[in-house]
């Protein structure tokens, strides 16, 4: 069913009052457990020495921190409706800055996967947390604020890296988990003066055990088999994860309102083009950021030190389109918005697929990731917010764990399949198929793709309710 169109607003209303001071706490939070899943990254080759232990060990010390991350997302829903939003944000930031701790006194490999597993589980959660505590205060002016949380999410695991150089550069790898200790305790001084008492929202139900043991094997099984898709168990993972999906389905829909994610969301014609919007957006998002350094350095020959500065207007188009969401939203309304972002950001695609065909122009190139960013950036926080308006205010804390599992699923899921077809042209290559050719067809899907996203922006509602 095609969504009804909601009602345009009319004059914008004003704010709710301390709205700013809770986007700052949660905007802390997001920050913070995006980072620490790059940061780490820069300092591997001296956690071989320093901890004495192969790569292939110490490589999960990443790998670990970014599997927990998914681990606890389905409970996100359940524990906001046991104990409230403000306790849940509160002891998720108490339990980062305290494994962030751990993780600096850690003795061996072997302790320091573990508490990076403890500090992936918190941190799981602090990012759905903080989208749930925006959209609760925010309601309809979702839009206006929502970049500041979004921001410091696209930012964060950009400057992980430049922070663990700097500090590596005076100090040791343990001051990268010490970093969080002062910023840690900070937040939580912040959250709790800022963030509203909510325990009169509390709805406790009973834990769908069944449910979670289903979903977060399954989502864990999703991201392993992707990063791992090219080695044995990648594919066997994918098989598992696509099977416990599949059964957690089946038991959702015998469960209704009391399965740890209700299904019955999706009914909502405006919420299933939002979710569909999300999952499409973020898959075209990270497949583009996995296509275009391999395309720069192996068709383009450009080298890979450069290649960051070539990307560079990809976020450039994204940071000048986020501030712009709440004014351009009261404009022209969700669709229009929406469909006019994905038509742009299909457009620069489409120049990417035929820079790959005709030969790198550096000038094209930067029009090109420009417009893609913009289009990119444009889509988002509308799609995001008119998931949450479509939504009642007590089923928000679900909305939120669904649309995170849904987004965080496109990723992977187009991702691979975009390298599965990159490799595959590439492993078939002959003489009369040269890599020119090869990487404008990969760039044809990635631009069918953006096509689907175009087509799920015109299901989204016209305008967000008035509220």
Known sequence: MKATALPQSQEPARLPAGIWKIVSVAAIG???SQLDATIVNVSLPDLVTTLHAPFSVIQWVVSGYLLALALTLPLSGWLVGRIGGRAVYLGCFGAFTITSGLCALAWSASSLITFRLLQGMAGGLLAPMAQMMVARAAGSHLPKVASAVTMPVLLAPLLGPVVAGAILSVASWRWIFLLNLPFGLLALVLAVLFLPDDRAEVRPRSLDMTGLAL????????????????????????CGALLLFVAYFRWAQRKGDSALIDLRLFHTPAFSAAAMTMFLLNGVTFAGQMLLPVWLIHACGVSSDRTGLFMLPLGLGMMCTYPLMGHLTDRFGIRRLTSCGALCACVGSLLLAVLAYTGLNVGILAIALFLRGAGIGTVGIPAMSAGYASVARPDIPMATTALNIVQRMGGPTITTLCATFLGWRLSAAVVSHPVSTIFTETFGLLCAIHGLLLIATLWLPSWLPKK
Do not use: K, R
């Not at 979903?215 to 994918?238: C, E, K, M, R, V």
């Open 30 to 32: 997001s920050f913070m």
């Open 215 to 238: 979903l977060a094997p399954a989502l864990i099984f999703l991201l392993y088999g992707t990063d791992h898709a090219g080695q044995l168990l990648g594919p066997i993972s994918l």
